[in-house]
């Protein structure tokens, strides 16, 4: 069986009483719920909140964010070290806003994934094409270039301790979704990209799929046969949809 995953990607939202309500709400409606790995990924001032509420249950939590570099004059960063000691899982590297506000190249991207997996935190490398890609045909080009940058720097075996986020950037956010046939078609070409290589490897690589994804269409996305399960920015703010959203993600067979 494939591992299914669904992360909520929190941005910049939160508060210490809303977050407890969320967390909350969101345990209480998991209770019970083991076929599919479900986590929040909260803005840093928040993560020792998550730990204390979440440690011990079945939610992993983790940073959206994290410099390449280990320590030093970097005012402003936040180190892997420092994830570690709080007991993050995981770490998002490469989201969208990241590239296209912080100006995060490839080649940054693919150090931060390096620096995560050394500190034992699984990164979840988000990849995908903009509007502008998809309209000029290119999507396949792009996700293939951004995923390379990281496999040249990683090598093709780091790609077994981690899990890739397929988010098309004109989807997020926008209440646009990808149609499942859409996101199917990329995750496929994704998979077959390293299938080529490592056959097993391939099979085996979580690939979520992120982009307006609500309660109302996850059930669809996530039956598509390369897709496993999401990476939830707006819907996971709210108790129901973000429950709702993590029981719509089965186990498939490979
Ligand atoms: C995201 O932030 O990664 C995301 C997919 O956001 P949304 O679900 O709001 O489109």
Redesign the pocket.
Known sequence: MRAQMVLG?W?MHGSLVGNKTLLDGVLAGLAGVDSVHCGVCVPFPYLFQAQFILQGSQVIWGAQNVSQHEKGAFTGEVSVGMLNDLGCNIVLVG?S?RRAIYGEDDATVAEKFVAAQKAGIKPIL?VGETLEEREKNITADVVKRQLLAVVDKAGLDALKDCVVAY?PVW????GKTATPQQAQEVHAFIRGLFAEKNAELAENLTILY????KASNAVELFSMPDIDGG?????SLDINEFVSICKAAQPKAV
């Open positions: 990607n941005k989201h806003e988000c988010e989807a997020i956010g926008t992120g982009g307006s994804v990476l939830i920015g707006g819907a």
